[in-house]
């Protein structure tokens, strides 16, 4: 989390793409698939830089990078392309393994797209960070189990009003075809 910026709170549920680093991949995927819940949109993972171009056409969803620094320098500048001209743009999640600066010393990170996403950075080794990220999914997946329960409880009792029973056999009579007026029709038509 990050005093210059957005609270980490703010980044999971606005539009902003943001720079997410430490902690594990699970962990900032977790964080990702919370995000795309937030908005109701799938999440797409991008692991190859040739799949890249293409997530990032598509204006809904959220688009997660797991490590950046694997997908390479060009595919940063693909990244940063989008974030600077394209106007309708999914939420993008760059994921980091080790912290932002030291990628960015090293020259692993673009500087320019660093400063693109300076203001919105989750930083998961901030003290209390992963512990309150924790709290907060299990809540989330308490709810959606809660949630998943009373959708099935719901289309039971659906199930339990319907007078078909899954399973049973309904006969459908075959129609009964006019023969007179048919053949005659065909003979008059064959002379």
Not at 160 to 173: L, N, W
């Amino acid at each position: 989390m990050t005093l210059r910026g957005y609270r980490e709170e703010e980044l999971v549920s606005n539009r902003a793409s943001l720079l997410i680093h430490g902690g594990t991949e699970d962990e900032r995927r977790a964080w990702a698939e919370e995000a795309a819940r937030s908005f109701d949109v799938p999440l797409v993972e991008v692991r190859q830089q040739a799949d890249l171009a293409g997530a990032l056409r598509h204006p809904n969803g959220v688009v997660f990078i797991p490590d950046i620094v694997k997908l390479g320098l060009e595919a940063q500048q693909v990244l940063l392309h989008c974030l600077r001209t394209q106007e309708e743009r999914p939420k993008v999640v760059v994921g980091l393994s080790g912290g932002a600066d030291l990628a960015l010393s090293r020259g692993t990170v673009r500087e320019d797209l660093h400063y693109r996403l300076h203001k919105a950075q989750v930083d998961l080794q901030t003290e209390g960070l992963r512990e309150a990220l924790k709290h907060r999914w299990a809540q989330q997946a308490e709810a959606l189990a809660a949630k998943a329960a009373q959708a099935k409880a719901e289309e039971q009792a659906r199930a339990a009003m319907d007078p078909r029973k899954p399973g049973s056999v309904t006969r459908i009579a075959p129609k009964r075809k006019a023969s007179g007026a048919r053949k005659g029709a065909s003979r008059n038509a064959v002379r």
